[in-house]
């Protein structure tokens, strides 16, 4: 185990049965909708590449970069850094994303993506933590992972200052690790 980890939430192997399972479901809501599969950058990529694997109907593939203006946290002020190259207008959208966490990037991107003229719009995350949403947020996701305690996660695809994303589990920062 990576020495500044505490402790292993999601070990590689729950991931992957999860993401087996999510597989099939996702595959069935699909099959026939050709739909966009668009991941937000770049938390999303490990999550991504493993998923769409899994999804064993024809899709399509995209991607969006959004950011908040000021601050590592999400604010309610997020920008379209880049956005998806498709022609979202009619189409079966279905967003991956890492975490669900204040809710506010998963809310903006869905509504920018609905705005567009999506023809439908669902949300599949890897990880959910409801007791951080923000006040007012009403979003829910359509397909989760797993539903993880108030702690800050890393690993699979998520970072602590662009570190840890290439670990192949989830697991919780040593407090120490902040501090460098
Ligand atoms: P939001 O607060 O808008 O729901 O989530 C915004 C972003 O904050 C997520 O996409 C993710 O990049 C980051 N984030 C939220 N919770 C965590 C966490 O526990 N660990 C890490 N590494 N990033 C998180
Ligand atoms: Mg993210």
Redesign the pocket.
Known sequence: MERDIKEILLTEEQIQNRIEELGKILTEEYKDKNPLVVG?LK?VVVFYADMIRHIKAPCQLDFMWISSYAGT??SGNMVVRQDVSADVKGRHVLIL??????????NFTYQHLLSKGAASVKICTLLD?PE?RKEGITLQCDYVGFTIPN????GYG???NEKYRNLPYVGILKPEAYQK
């Open positions: 937000v938390g946290n999400s994303e890492d975490i669900f966490d204040t809710g506010n990037s998963l933590k951080r702690e800050f996660v890393v998520l970072d602590f």
